[in-house]
């Protein structure tokens, strides 16, 4: 099962902000929190990961809370384009650690 | 660089018959996964690969799936009868062990192929 709740859909203004939670409150100190986006018919791709400090990079920032007990993945100037499923998933870092996937966050963004 | 290649990318076929889907990772990736995402739900994992040894299988329906990569390179997922609770669509991902600045080693990046969409009927 997954270990994130994230709400099910979203809505945010082209041009702004979007900001997605998720809440991970069984996370292991050795679990980082990783999100994906799945675009319609494509399939899903890395975004952006962290262990318990904030992330930025060129398509989204990772904000996590200090006992790391949830997280917010901000799309700065979302675009019609960022229109997708976002997955929120906590994991260990080795080979052999698989990836489980919830049902995610349908964001729709409105032009 | 090409991404995952998969094929075919639309089949449909009726109950009890067979299919094979192939997938072409990124090259000089050595861990490769089967997905299986059934509509609005997310991706679930059927096996990893680590070149051509199995890592896990445990999701896998072994009474009617089976996957190979023998030269650790190209894949293929059999599905040997099918049923009809198996369309779905099937997604082919690959990375590769490298440090990541965390400076731990990481499977992560996973890159995706736009999947096969089986339709059972």
């Known amino acids: 099962d997954a270990k994130t709740t994230q709400p099910p859909s979203m809505d945010c203004a082209e041009g702004r902000a979007a900001n997605l939670p998720c809440n991970h409150s069984?996370?292991?100190?050795?679990?980082?929190v990783y999100w994906y986006r799945q675009i319609h018919s494509q399939g899903p791709q890395y975004i952006i990961h962290g262990l318990k400090n904030n992330e930025t990079n060129e398509m989204a920032s990772l904000i996590i809370t200090e006992d790391r007990k949830s997280s917010t993945l901000i799309l700065p100037h979302a675009t019609l384009r960022d229109t997708a499923v976002y997955y929120c998933?906590?994991?260990?870092?080795?080979?052999?650690?698989?990836?489980?996937f919830g049902k995610g966050t349908r964001l729709h963004i409105l032009p | 660089e090409a991404g995952v290649a998969q094929s075919p990318r639309y089949k449909i076929i009726e109950k009890r018959q067979s299919v094979a889907f192939w997938c072409n990772p990124i090259?000089?990736?050595?861990?490769l996964y089967w997905y299986q995402q059934i509509l609005g739900q997310g991706p679930k994992l059927l096996i990893q690969?680590?070149?051509?040894?199995?890592?896990?299988d445990s999701q896998l329906p072994k009474d009617r799936f089976s996957a190979e990569r023998l030269k650790g390179v190209d894949s293929t997922l059999k599905i040997q009868p099918a049923k009809l609770e198996d369309s779905a669509v099937y997604l082919c991902?690959?990375?590769?062990?490298?440090?990541?600045?965390?400076?731990?080693?990481?499977?992560?990046?996973?890159?995706f192929g736009p999947g096969t969409r089986l339709t059972v009927l």
């Open positions: 991902a690959s990375s590769t062990n490298v440090p990541d600045r965390f400076h731990q080693f990481s499977t992560d990046t996973q890159y």
């Open positions: 690969f680590q070149n051509n040894g199995v890592v896990d």
């Open positions: 069984t996370i292991s100190g050795n679990e980082y």
């Open positions: 090259s000089g990736h050595a861990t």
């Open positions: 998933i906590v994991r260990v870092l080795n080979r052999d650690d698989k990836i489980i």
